[in-house]
């Protein structure tokens, strides 16, 4: 017989396993942003660039309004210590840096706001990663050895 807590075990999932369905669009968008467009060889100001046109992308993808994507400099303050964040009311992402998985992160909070659906943390943490892992399998495997990403690994309990 199996206990409840076993069930509970059972459906423990890791945040990067979490999507198995992400559109194909999506997951090339962020392929090419690496592999095509080189992000990760640019310089700050046209990583910001790169950002902001994956923004429009995912927009146009999931037909949706496009959000705002502000870069908070650290003279801002108080600001840039809430950053990475999205803010619901002005549909702004702020971002401290110029990170893809970040950025998806708050990118997947603004998809719940445009989709009246509940701010959720464990589906923007399973989305954002999931869908890194899937477009650059390699590149993720590497980051999260290098403990570069947030929640790899931890395994999600909501679900
Ligand atoms: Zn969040």
Redesign the pocket.
Known sequence: MVEAQDWSMIKMKRYEDLYKNISTKTVDAIRTLVKVKRFYRKTETEKEMLLQELNSTLSDIYKIERPEVRFVPEIEGLLWLVAP??NRQKMHILLRNTSIVSFL??YK?HMQEARHKPNN?TV??GWSLSLFKQALPKLFEKSAKEGKISFVGVENHDT
Do not use: M, T, V
Request: aromatic share 12%; proline share 0%; glycine share 0%.
């Open positions: 964040r999205y992160h708050e909070h943390e923007a943490r």
